[in-house]
Each structure stands twice: as C-alpha cells, then as structure tokens.
C-alpha cells in the first residue's frame, strides 16, 4: 500500500506522506510482533514448529534457542526481512515528514519488503507446522553453530547490508521525482556510514570466528560466500567517500547514485547465490532451485528497474563543474574506479567457475591465487592515492609544495622502521615491504594531522583519520601476518617435548571429559618460552551425541605480537598424537584495525546526524 | 625462579624424550614451500577449502604425498601437475595461465584500462 | 553516447540474470560421474589372498575397477548391486582401499566376492594416482583407458544414467 501511494499518488502532499508514515508503522508494528511470537515459539520449545523442531532442542541455552532462529536459510530469512523493515521504521521515525522523498523512499522500502516476505510466505515458510503430532525434542543445532560470536555475526552483517535499502530507496525516489536541487546524498550520509559500520563489524566477526573455530589459523578465505559479503563492502566503502563529496557540492552526484544502487544490488545478490543453492559452501543455505529461481526473479526485477530507471535519468545529474586535478575529489574518484575494478574482479573470480563449467561441462578453481595478485597492488595503489589526498581540499587543486614537509617526515619514518624489518626480520617480499611502507606512511601522516589539530587547532574530521589510521594498520598486520607466521605438524606422544622457534613444547596430559552433549579428548601442553615463562594449552576433540559429529577446539593463547595457536589431530598406531602448532604474528592487530574503523564509523555517523538537526 | 630450575632440572634428568615432526623435512626451505602450496590446493572431497583447512583423510593422503615430491626434488609446478592430472585441474586454486583462462587474468587490468579512458576522455554536455 | 551507455547498462544487466535463469535450470546430472579419458597409471600391488603381484599388463579388455573398503558402510549397499553385475558376466576388479587385510578377507568372506580379483592397495597408492577421494568409487575401463569415474554408490539407477550409455556407445561388455 505504501508503494502504491507514495508512486502513484502525489508524494509531495503532505497529506499523502503522513498517510504513507503511518501506513508503515502500523503494517511494521504487527509484523514486528509476528517476529517476537517467533521467539517466544523457539524460548518455550514449541517443536509443532518445523523450523523451530530441526533447529532447537530442549537442551539448548536459551541464548542458542534464539539465535538457532536465523542458522537456516528460512530463520535467517524472516531475521533479514526484520531487519530491511526495522531501518525503514527508524527512518520513517527520524525523518521529518517534510522531507520531499519520504514517502517515495518509504514506498520503495515497503514494496522490496513485500517481495521478500512473498518470498518467505511462498517457498520458505518459518511457520510451517508439524501437526497432529509435534516431535518431543528438536535436532540438535550444528554444534559448531554454538557460538556466542556465530550468533552475533549474521545480525550484524544483516544490519549492514540491509541498512543501505534506505540510501537505496532514496536514490530510487530521487531518480523517480527528478528534482536535481533534493540533495538527497546529505541526507542519507549518517544512514549509510552507520549500515557500513555494521556490515564491516559483521565481517570483520566472521573473520575472527573463523579464525578461532575452524581449526587452521587462516582468517579469510575468497570462498565465494565470502567474496559476495566482500563486494557489497568495497561498494559501500566507495559509496561512503562518494558520498561526503556530493553532500558537499553537486560533484561526482552521478557516481554516489550509481554507486548506491551498486551497493544494495550487490548486498541482494549476495543474497540470492546464499540462498540459491548454486554454490557450494560451507556457508551455504540448502540448495533448492525453486528458491533460486524465485529470488533471481524478484531481485533481477528490482536491480533492472532500478538500473533502468538511471540509464534514463542519470543525464539529470550531469554537471558542468569538471572534477579539478589534485582535489579531493579526484582522489575520490581515482578510488572509485580502483574499487570498482575490485568489485569487477571479485565477481569474475566467483563467476568464471560457473560459466566454465556452464559452457565446457569441466570444473575450474579460483581461489587465493588469482585474488591476491589482483588485490594486493590495486588497494596498495589505492592507499597511495589516499596518501596523496589527506592534503587534499574541495574543488581546489592542492599546493603540492605543502606536500613536500610532512612526506618527507612520513617517509623517513617508515623507511627506517622498513629497513629494520628488512635487516632484523629478514622479510624480503617485496609485497610486504611496500604494505609495511605505506601503511606506516599512512598513520604517521595522520599522527602529524592529529598533532596539528591539537597543538594549532588545524581543521581535520578526527574519526575519518582514525578510521583511516585503522587501514593503514590493517594493511601492516595483514602483510606481516601472511609473512612471518609459521606453523608445523608435531608427532608426539605424551611426556615428551618438541622445540618448536626456540620454545619447548610439552604435551603434559591426556584426560577424557564429559560435557552437557559431548565427550571429549583434552590434550594438555605445556609451552615455555626463551624467556622461561611458561603457558597451558588445552586442545580438545570432541564428539557430539546428537549427530556424532566430531569437531576440534583450539587452543589460543593470545600475546600482543602473536597468538600461539594449537590443535590436535590423530592419534597414531603407535600411541603418539598428531598435534598442529603455529605461531599467528600480528593476528589480533588485524581485529583491532577492524574495530578501529568500526568505532570510527559509528562515532561519525553520530556526529553526522547530529550536526543535521 | 623455582619453577625455572625445576624444569630445567625435570627436562635433564627425566626419561623426556624428544619428539619426531610428523612431517620430515630436510631444510626450512622444503617446509615453507609445503605449508604455501597446501593452501593452494583445493581439497577434492570438502565441498570448500584447500587442504591447509581439511582434515579429510584423502587430505592427509595428498599431503603426505606432497612432502615426498618435494624430497624427490620436484618442483612446485611439478607437483601441482601431479595431482592435477589425477584429479583434475580444479584441484589447484591457481587456474593457471592457460588459453581458457587468459579472460579471467587479463579482464580485471581492460576493465580498469576502459573506465580510466571513459573517465578521462568523457565528453561533458 | 547516453543511448550507448544506457544499451550497455540493460544489456550487461540482462546477460547476468540470464545467465544465472540458464544455469539454475540446467539439468546439474550427476556431479559424481567424471567423463574426462585418462590412461591407467602404472602399478604394482599384491593380491589380497594370495603372494601375486599385479600389474597394469594384467589388464586387459573392458572392466570395472570398484574402490572399496570394509571400513566403508555404503559399500555394503553398493555390494548386492555388484553381485547383480557379476551374475551379467561383466567382470569387475576390486580395488581394497586403506585396509587391514584380516579385515578385507573377513568382509568378503561374510558379504561374498563379486570380484575378478582384488587388489589389496594398503597404503592408497594406486588410488591416488586414480584420483580417490573415498570410497566407493567406480571405474569403467577400456583398451588401458579410463572413460568413466564415478565417485559414490552404484545403483541400478546410476548404472543406467551413467555407465550404460558409455557402455552401448563403445559396444563393450557383449551382453548389455
């Protein structure tokens, strides 16, 4: 209905707006309550309920009861369409209902809701009952899916993903008006950067969950659900930047409205290959081609009206300004494109096997290889450019003189610390020498900007140094990471010690423990270090009741620069125990980089919508 | 300080005996080169992930493989034909260089070529 | 040049969601079943019951080389299937994978022989030079090369979708 009005109605009566506004907050409020009757179903194990009975159990805490509501495809689903109707809700809240495209943005939001829960209602219902006779006890959920992290993770990925419908929607209802004087790019910022925060958060707790879980240090892996969480990211990451550049001025407006329509296409695309059954993945959802088909239809339906709709009226938007050489925005744009290359690549890698293998009936891998040799120049390249914008001013050329004092301290800078790295690390690579170098001269840059803003009180916006300062870290954590991390297969039986880089490695212990619905193996080690100190590892094997699925839990200890990471394998004929040590460096400096950006990203948006009202 | 003599003196005089590595190398070298290339191919039995992640049996089969081509001296490249001629060449997660994957290579570098010339040379109405 | 860049924009778009209508669609078959022909890698492995040593000259003509193992429970199930091919006279050699001989022996002995002969490939050499993963696994050879791979259990309903059309196509087995 809001669709219905706020399109073909005249959207700018106010009337019709409050009309729309409160046709909304009706139509979310029950909707809403249908989601928390949900949970109350799977808190008071109601097993009548399919979905509930295949993924709860009695036994289950009730922190687990809810989040086993969005482990499969059709919780998960109802949890995302929740969350797409929650930002529309908040928006119809916080936007004044003189806003000109309310109604249309409200409009859009309602009808792609409609297209998703026609989707869930039709092929993926979460109410299906099991009746005359519900089962006594639910399956047990995945036990690797008992996680307090893997719960956190899909709300907060959701939250981002779907929090762009609202800059989506905006873009859409400003194609629709065509009225070039609705700045509608300042408006969404503090939405956007806030849904940017939370998908880069969400990320960022996969990552780290992944790491720790699964058994083999390695944090990100180019699996092609992951890469379809990445492309929204990097669309986001450009609209962001586009965005403070519109908002400021009529420039690069035809990029940001572009880019907005990229960013949630990408985060429903991402959707549909999850959910579709089309890759196979760890992480995907059960393949069923009639889902495939149904979500492929709606989203190609919205992603091609709305890209219709810009090749029709983008002409709008062109400007006379020219974009001026060495301003910011250049910059901005430069960037733009090198993401967009990346986003162009990503999906080529995650669609070349399916086209190869669509057209030669042969299988074909593309994994880390291919990524990593595209990646790692292009966002090098990009953190120069970025280098090259911090003095950068709007709409001016800047004064590459003023360049030259602070670069010169940056590079000195990083070059020393470079070089030690070079001489007392041996690292030789030179991808990882350059990483080193330019994300150290990006922080030290920005430490001088933070000095000048406190001691001279020279303008700069502090968060985005700071979320910026969290990039250049990433860059150096993840380089050294993949350098000077280390790991062996250790054969050992207990009593005896390994040395393994100048620590000793002990395995001390043996013990069989029963837990609430497992039994395990836990394997003691003792670790003493070159300086003596001495740590306890304990990694278990565990072995599951319910489904007798046997998992492995490491064994972390965490230090500043490294984590000792461990985790035991077979045991052998002759008694002894396969046991995997590796040594992590800078792997929690990846984490923090992250949370870093994250809290910058919220602080921002914070202050944005602030300085709005 | 106790503990430390403790041990020291628990490490010397008791039957602790060293232990083996599961996995022998001969040099440093052989065992960086095992760790990288297990994480560039793929697992053929999981439905995702390269044999560094797996702990399939066959995984540990094609590992314990890996470190005999790499005692006999074989190449990186030589091992990676090895198995891909066993098990096809989706078991490596390098597509290679070959004429079916010249596009997946090249398109990224003509994708940026196109837009930086549309960016520069675009005419402005 | 706006009518250009729209056409290129619908038309990209159109070809992406096309493209994945054609692929859902497509009749996926049997991902377990690899046509692609190879030569029979080299060997030398003993017999199960007895001191011979076989090799790939022992080879000869068209047959079936069937991984499996008596730590693998779908063999089980695969194993009536098999004695039905043996009552059909088409010869079957198997490939015991990763086992303990006593019990290879004591699970033929229980289930019965539907082999030719059986390779006894302890240490999984053979196997991985055919590309196992696991077992069960079929093989369908001809003149030295293998033309058919088959990862899983066979049942009347692969045999038929799978091996027969192979089989009728190269007019091998006589029989069927």
């Known amino acids: ?613 | 300080m106790l503990i430390k003599v403790f041990l020291f003196f628990s490490i010397i005089f008791s039957s602790f005996t060293l232990g083996k590595s599961l996995y022998d190398f001969e040099s440093v070298e052989d065992e960086k080169r095992f760790y990288s290339l297990i994480k560039e191919i793929r697992c053929p039995k999981c439905t995702s992930g390269s044999l560094a992640s797996s702990n399939a049996p066959v995984s540990e089969d094609i590992k314990l493989k890996i470190i005999d081509l790499i005692k006999e001296g074989k190449s990186d490249q030589e091992i990676k034909e090895f198995l891909s001629d066993r098990f096809g060449n989706q078991i490596l997660y390098n597509p290679g260089l070959s004429k079916d994957t010249y596009l997946l290579w090249l398109a990224p570098g003509f994708f940026l070529m196109i837009i930086l010339l549309i960016f520069f040379f675009r005419k402005r109405t | 040049m706006t009518i250009f860049i729209r056409f290129i924009i619908v038309s990209i778009a159109l070809m992406f969601f096309g493209f994945f209508y054609f692929y859902i669609n497509e009749d996926k078959y049997y991902p377990g079943a690899d046509f692609t022909t190879s030569d029979m890698p080299n060997f030398e492995i003993k017999d199960l019951y007895s001191e011979r040593i076989f090799n790939v000259k022992d080879l000869e003509g068209s047959y079936l080389i069937n991984v499996w193992a008596s730590w693998c429970i779908t063999c089980r199930i695969e194993h009536s299937f098999l004695s039905k091919l043996e009552s059909k006279n088409i010869p079957i050699i198997g490939l015991n994978y990763k086992d303990e001989e006593e019990d290879a022996i004591s699970w033929i002995t229980r289930f019965g022989d539907p082999y030719k002969y059986i390779i006894h490939d302890y240490k999984g050499n053979l196997a991985l030079d055919l590309g196992v993963t696991g077992a069960p696994e079929t093989f369908l050879l001809n003149d030295g090369k293998i033309i058919v791979h088959y990862r899983g259990e066979v049942n009347d309903m692969i045999w038929n979708d799978v091996f027969k059309p192979i089989i009728k196509r190269e007019n091998l087995f006589n029989v069927n």
């Open chain 1, 1 to 613: 209905m809001c669709f219905i009005f706020s399109f073909f109605l005249n959207s700018k009566d106010i009337f019709i707006i409050n009309l729309v506004s409160r046709i909304y907050t009706h139509s979310f409020f029950i909707f809403l309550s249908s989601f928390f009757i949900y949970i109350w179903l799977a808190i008071s194990d109601n097993f009548s309920v399919l979905y509930i009975a295949q993924h709860s159990n009695i036994n289950l805490p009730v922190f687990y009861k809810i989040s086993s509501i969005w482990s499969a495809h059709e919780g998960s689903m109802f949890l995302w369409i929740i969350f797409l109707t929650s930002w529309g809700a908040v928006y119809n809240l916080l936007t004044s209902n003189d806003q000109p495209l309310k109604a249309k943005t409200l409009g859009v939001i309602s009808i792609t809701s409609v297209g998703f829960l026609l989707f869930l209602l039709l092929t993926s219902n979460p109410f299906e009952t099991i009746l005359p006779v519900p089962p006594e006890n639910g399956a047990d959920i995945n036990p690797v899916l008992q996680d307090p992290l893997l719960a956190i993770h899909p709300p907060m990925l959701y939250m981002g993903y779907v929090g762009f419908v609202i800059a989506f929607g905006q873009a859409i209802a400003f194609l629709f008006e065509g009225n070039t004087n609705i700045r509608w790019e300042k408006q969404v910022r503090s939405w956007s950067v806030v849904s940017w925060s939370f998908l880069t958060l969400g990320i960022a707790l996969g990552s780290w969950w992944a790491y720790y879980e699964l058994g083999w240090g390695g944090y990100w892996f180019w699996d092609p659900v992951e890469n379809v969480a990445l492309m929204p990211w990097l669309a986001a990451t450009a609209f962001i930047h586009s965005l403070s550049a519109s908002s400021k001025s009529s420039i690069l407006r035809i990029w940001t409205l572009l880019l907005s329509i990229l960013v949630f296409s990408l985060s429903l695309f991402g959707a549909f290959i999850v959910r579709s059954g089309i890759i196979d993945s760890v992480h995907s959802f059960a393949n069923d081609p009639e889902r495939g088909l149904y979500l492929l239809a709606f989203i190609g339906l919205l992603v091609m009206i709305s890209l219709l709709l810009f090749s029709f009226r983008f002409n709008l938007l062109l400007s006379n300004k020219k974009i001026i050489s060495l301003s910011k925005e250049s910059f901005i744009s430069i960037n733009n494109i090198l993401f967009g290359t990346l986003i162009f690549s990503t999906m080529l890698g995650v669609m070349y096997p399916l086209i190869y293998e669509f057209l030669y009936d042969q299988k074909i891998s593309v994994g880390a290889p291919f990524y990593n040799a595209i990646f790692v120049p292009i966002t090098l390249l990009a953190c120069i450019f970025l280098y090259f914008s911090i003095d950068t001013k709007w709409q001016q050329s800047f004064n590459l003189k003023s360049l030259y004092r602070p670069s010169f301290l940056s590079i000195t800078v990083s070059g020393i610390i470079v070089f030690l790295a070079f001489y007392k690390l041996s690292i030789t690579n030179f991808w990882t020498l350059s990483s080193l170098l330019i994300g150290l001269i990006i922080i030290i840059r920005y430490l001088i900007v933070i000095y000048f803003y406190f001691a001279h009180k020279k303008f700069a916006n502090l968060y985005s140094v700071i979320a910026h300062c969290g990039l250049g870290l990433l860059i150096i954590s993840i380089a050294l990471n993949n350098n000077l991390s280390s790991e062996r297969a250790l054969n050992i039986k207990i009593n005896e010690t390994e040395i393994y880089k100048d620590h000793q490695v002990s395995f001390t212990n043996l013990k069989m423990v029963p837990g609430p619905n497992f039994d395990s193996v836990q394997a003691e080690f003792l670790i003493v270090n070159p300086n003596g100190k001495t740590y306890t590892l304990t990694p278990e094997k565990r072995k599951y009741f319910a489904r007798g699925q046997v998992t492995t839990e490491t064994a972390i200890r965490a230090f500043f620069l490294k984590d000792i990471y461990m985790t035991i394998g077979d045991q052998l004929d002759d008694g002894s125990w396969i046991v995997n040590i590796q040594f992590n460096m800078f792997i929690r400096w990846i984490w923090f980089s992250a949370i870093i950006m994250v809290a910058a990203g919220f602080l921002l948006a914070h202050s944005l919508s602030r300085s709005r009202s």
